[in-house]
């Protein structure tokens, strides 16, 4: 019997449907029967997760497990969450189930030391993952050198990712922002990007820059094919 | 208290994700929490519906009865089916529960009356689905004249759907197939094209030909966002 993958979503609603996308096309399938089985709970409700670590919003853990009962009940074998600042409340949710999680920050670090050993990374994510410290723990733990955008970056990429892609926004007026932002920290070491925002693979598809980039949306989506006991196509 | 979306899909799953992405961005919304609940069983074991109705292949109502029992203990507050064939099971399925579909097939059939009155529709469906009949009768009843392809022609669209679509394969090999289609159905008086298969929006946002085209998937989710009481985005 094959396992079926939950999506904890909503966090925000595109990248939802862009992990979707990302276990359908990646999975190795000659018709729609030799897919796998995935349970969306899209939940808009979920607060901002960025405002409840740094400002004291309100807490997206009740609207979490309220998504994450739903799983349980159309019982699904493994969760995802395509929320990389979301995965800082991760203990609390795990402690509420016997469903594993795969942690998104785990799987994109350790894939980082495979595909690019001894090379520097650049987190590009939310102040509030960053704030966390739990994309430099996990890269530290895997031995892969990394920084992270300046003031001045960090403010472009919530603009992008707040501004526009959550707000359902045109990206192509800030094609300069993400351009400036990835040329300054290659100017500054980086090698590779991490996209470790789950709105910034859409910025990546949308406005071509040369990266390399690693697409934490992509690492979580092959990580639950492989647990679910279905293939990853080439 | 606004209402929420249940999705019956894996018919096939890249229809499904399709059907997400175009209720996100068709929602008139500017930041995550302005979104719809949308709860998704993606349950890629449901039977091939065109099987059943012209093969005896096997009931896929017992799959889909599963997926809605799901979605029902989720709490949502209509169904949508990304799947024309799978409608002409839609009696059996609304028999056995409380919560609305929204029929694709009608709200296609009611856009293409307000859109392009007095014109010609092509129905490009699967055979199972013309086979039904459900399409020509939803149309005669919107006074909405209409052809079908012919059989050539419905042997390329099931090409495109089934061998490419379905099988994960790129489509650009059949562009000539797709042109010759539409320039047949053209030929013999067609004004617009229904997609009248979930596969076909894909197969048109990838060949890049002259429509129009009337896409029921973004049929339902238009009338799914204005059944929950959101606006759609102009």
Same mark, same amino acid.
């Given at each position: 019997?094959?396992?079926?993958?939950?999506?904890?979503?909503?966090?925000?609603?595109?990248?939802?449907?862009?992990?979707?996308?990302?276990?359908?096309?990646?999975?190795?399938?000659?018709?729609?029967?030799?897919?796998?089985?995935?349970?969306?709970?899209?939940?808009?409700?979920?607060?901002?997760?960025?405002?409840?670590?740094?400002?004291?919003?309100?807490?997206?853990?009740?609207?979490?497990? @309220?998504? !994450?009962?739903? =799983?349980?009940?159309? +019982? /699904? %074998?493994?969760?995802?969450?395509? *929320?990389?600042?979301?995965?800082?409340?991760?203990?609390?949710?795990?402690?509420?189930?016997?469903?594993?999680?795969?942690?998104?920050?785990?799987?994109?670090?350790?894939?980082?030391?495979?595909?690019?050993?001894?090379?520097?990374?650049?987190?590009?994510?939310?102040?509030?993952?960053?704030?966390?410290?739990?994309?430099?723990?996990?890269?530290?733990?895997?031995?892969?050198?990394?920084?992270?955008?300046?003031?001045?970056?960090?403010?472009?990429?919530?603009?992008?990712?707040?501004?526009?892609?959550?707000?359902?926004?045109?990206?192509?007026?800030?094609?300069?922002?993400?351009? @400036?932002? !990835?040329?300054? =920290?290659?100017?500054? +070491? /980086? %090698?590779?990007?991490?996209?470790? *925002?789950?709105?910034?693979?859409?910025?990546?598809?949308?406005?071509?820059?040369?990266?390399?980039?690693?697409?934490?949306?992509?690492?979580?989506?092959?990580?639950?094919?492989?647990?679910?006991?279905?293939?990853?196509?080439?």
């Amino acid at each position: 019997m094959k396992k079926t993958i939950g999506i904890l979503g909503g966090m925000g609603p595109l990248a939802t449907a862009d992990l979707l996308i990302k276990i359908v096309t990646m999975t190795k399938a000659a018709c729609d029967n030799e897919h796998i089985r995935v349970f969306v709970d899209d939940n808009a409700a979920i607060p901002d997760r960025t405002a409840a670590i740094l400002h004291g919003g309100e807490d997206p853990v009740p609207e979490m497990l @309220s998504a !994450l009962r739903n =799983l349980e009940k159309c +019982g /699904a %074998d493994c969760l995802l969450m395509p *929320c990389n600042t979301a995965h800082y409340f991760l203990p609390r949710l795990q402690a509420e189930t016997e469903i594993p999680f795969i942690n998104v920050l785990s799987v994109t670090s350790e894939r980082c030391a495979d595909l690019h050993p001894g090379k520097t990374a650049a987190i590009l994510a939310t102040t509030g993952t960053l704030a966390t410290g739990l994309y430099q723990k996990e890269l530290n733990a895997q031995g892969v050198p990394f920084l992270v955008p300046n003031e001045e970056e960090q403010a472009k990429l919530m603009h992008l990712i707040y501004d526009l892609v959550k707000a359902s926004l045109p990206l192509r007026p800030a094609a300069q922002d993400w351009r @400036s932002v !990835l040329d300054g =920290l290659r100017g500054r +070491g /980086a %090698d590779y990007f991490i996209l470790g *925002c789950t709105e910034l693979p859409i910025v990546a598809s949308t406005l071509e820059e040369e990266g390399p980039f690693v697409d934490p949306t992509e690492e979580m989506a092959r990580a639950a094919i492989l647990f679910c006991g279905y293939e990853v196509k080439e």
